[in-house]
Structure formats: structure tokens, C-alpha cells
């Protein structure tokens, strides 16, 4: 069965940190670049961070520059997102995405609030 399945969101304080991930299955998961995007209540989505197919090369929005590290582990088909020094605007619902097969997660809620 070709999903996404994610895991590790929840309630954190600012400053705190999480790690997401994303576990990949029905595709060669090594072979694709891989996505995280976010919604905030009541926005739309917005792009956070993507790595290459290989993890040799990753990109962030700037929203989460210098906070947030994307990595991939290719053998255990899994994608993750360290979040650190999390700020209330980085409550969201995040989604991993694999674009060429408009995969999506079924998404994890991070709420970051004292």
C-alpha cells in the first residue's frame, strides 16, 4: 500500500523542540525528494523544507531557517524534521508530501504554547 504515515507531533512550550516523521511505503522511497508543508488555523499551506532524493542537498523556507533540520533515513524509508527553539507561530498541522505521486500524510498537530 503506497502511504505516508506520520508521527511525533504534540504540545510543546516556546523554545521547546520536536522531531517529526514521516514513514514511506508502497514506493522507492529512495528515489524521490521529499517534502514537509504546514497549515496554520485558518491559512492556507505553506511550504517548510525539502531534501533530495540522495540527503545531500536541503532547502528551507525562511520562516524556519536555522531552527528546523530535514534528514532521511533511506533504509528504513523514513523522513524526519527536527524542530528546535519552536515558536508559537509554528503551531500548525504539518504534512510530509512526495509531489510526483501527490502523496500527503495524514498530518500531525504541533502546538507551541505556554
Known amino acids: 500500500q503506497v502511504q505516508l504515515v506520520e508521527s511525533g507531533g504534540g504540545l510543546v512550550q516556546p523554545g521547546g523542540s520536536l522531531r517529526l516523521s514521516c514513514a514511506a511505503s508502497?514506493?522507492?522511497?529512495?528515489?524521490?525528494?521529499m517534502n514537509w508543508v504546514r497549515q496554520a488555523p485558518g491559512k492556507g499551506l505553506e511550504w517548510v523544507s525539502d531534501i533530495n532524493s540522495g540527503g545531500s542537498s536541503t532547502y528551507y523556507a525562511d520562516s524556519v531557517k536555522g531552527r528546523c533540520t530535514i534528514s532521511r533515513d533511506n533504509a528504513k524509508n523514513t523522513l524526519y524534521l527536527q524542530m528546535n527553539s519552536l515558536k508559537p507561530e509554528d503551531t500548525a498541522v504539518y504534512y510530509c508530501v512526495q509531489i510526483p505521486w501527490n502523496l500527503r500524510s495524514q498530518g500531525t498537530q504541533v502546538t507551541v504554547s505556554s
Open positions: 508502497g514506493f522507492t522511497f529512495s528515489s524521490y525528494s
